[in-house]
């Protein structure tokens, strides 16, 4: 006899004393009975340590069967490791778990969605810059993004009523939406409402330069949707221009009143840019003014604008990003009579977040400007 042969033959046996072992009595843990329990406790102690509570686990031997709904196809997968991985070695010889049948487990995502006749969607912008949004969306991922989109172009507040259902014009559907939420942002007050392959734009604004802007947004849709603007300009009402205020004497109180008016400015507002570029958006020069109305103040402060990102993409890509969007802002600054031999500006990238960008929200509470009063 070979040394393979006898290799693989103690294998075997090693096997089949393991499976052998398991059921009558030999397990690590005694008996049969009692080793099933355990590792039912063990499996289910390893999937309430992971934090996964949609899920049952029952045994079956060394098998464990689990029952529940999934979040998604990636939650099924750690759910699976975690009770594969809950007790002993693992496998046939070690006295663990030795499958995971999962086929009775419901992922949500992929539900079947009811069908929309007509496919029906909206999006309001209130007095306030609140911007609710209502009717359909295609599936969960152009939802989060068009939800996403709104609160970086809105930070007011975003409603969010939408429901997810099957439809669309065509998987473009979420192209032509996020070009509508971007239109209600150069618009003082608008509504966009869709049906179908049909979208209509209402509002009104006071610079006549944004309907150009929201005419080459709509321009790149795809083909086969019909997008109907109605839109005016309102000449801006006639106010008188305050006299410039007195530049601060450079001391810690004057510091602090700098701070905390740039913190109010920037908590109140968000600077926003054209997707993954540092090119301002035009709702975001009116924020940007009163910046520098308050910068032209403090001019006696070293003062750094820093840049950040959320965690999304390359993080070298990132941290170019932020640099190139905080130098953006500097460049605005000094065209606007901010003296900038006192201003610096820095991209940190990813590196500093504020919020999770494990959630669209933190991801948008994470791409933001910053503006520090040094002493």
């Known amino acids: 006899m070979t040394t393979r042969q006898k290799f693989l033959i103690g294998l075997i046996a090693l096997v089949v004393l393991g499976y052998f072992g398991f059921y009558v009595g030999i397990t690590p843990h005694g008996t049969a009975t009692r080793a099933q329990g355990e590792l039912q406790q063990a499996a289910e102690a390893a999937l309430a340590n992971a934090g996964i509570d949609w899920v049952s686990v029952t045994m079956d031997g060394q ?75 295609p599936d969960e991922a152009s939802r989060a993004l068009i939800v996403a989109r709104a609160m970086e172009l809105f930070p007011r507040g975003v409603v969010d009523e939408m429901q997810l259902a099957r439809g669309a014009a065509s998987m473009d559907w979420p192209d032509v939406a996020l070009a509508a939420v971007e239109s209600l942002a150069l618009l003082d007050q608008g509504t966009v409402s869709a049906s179908d392959e049909s979208f209509d734009v209402t509002g009104q604004t006071e610079k006549a330069n944004n309907l150009a802007t929201i005419e080459e947004l709509f321009g790149k849709s795809p083909e086969g949707y019909n997008v109907t603007l109605t839109l005016k300009v309102n000449e801006p009402s006639a106010s008188v221009i305050p006299a410039e205020p007195e530049v601060l004497a450079a001391t810690p109180e004057a510091a602090n009143e700098c701070q905390s008016a740039l913190n109010i400015l920037i908590n109140d507002n968000t600077i926003n840019f054209r997707s993954s570029s540092a090119v301002i958006l035009d709702n975001s020069l009116t924020v940007l003014s009163d910046l520098a109305a308050t910068l032209r103040r403090c001019q006696n402060f070293t003062i750094e604008i820093a840049g950040h990102t959320d965690a999304t993409g390359d993080d070298q890509l990132n941290l170019q990003l932020s640099q190139q969007r905080a130098q953006s802002v500097l460049t605005f600054l000094g065209a606007n009579g901010v003296p900038v031999s006192r201003i610096t500006a820095h991209g940190y990238g990813e590196a500093q977040p504020v919020a999770s960008n494990q959630t669209r929200i933190g991801r948008a509470t994470n791409r933001r400007i910053e503006f520090t009063v040094i002493e």
């Not at 939650?75 to 010889?93: F, K, N, P, Q, S």
């Open 63 to 137: 098998k464990a069967v689990l029952g529940g709904t999934a979040p998604s196809s990636e939650a099924i997968d750690t759910a699976r490791e975690a009770v594969l991985h809950a007790e002993w070695a693992g496998g046939l010889v070690g006295g663990g778990v030795t499958f995971v049948d999962v086929s009775g487990l419901r992922n949500s995502e992929s539900r079947v969605l009811p069908i929309a006749s007509p496919y029906t969607w909206s999006a309001d912008l209130a007095d306030d810059r609140l911007v609710t949004l209502r009717g359909y969306a």
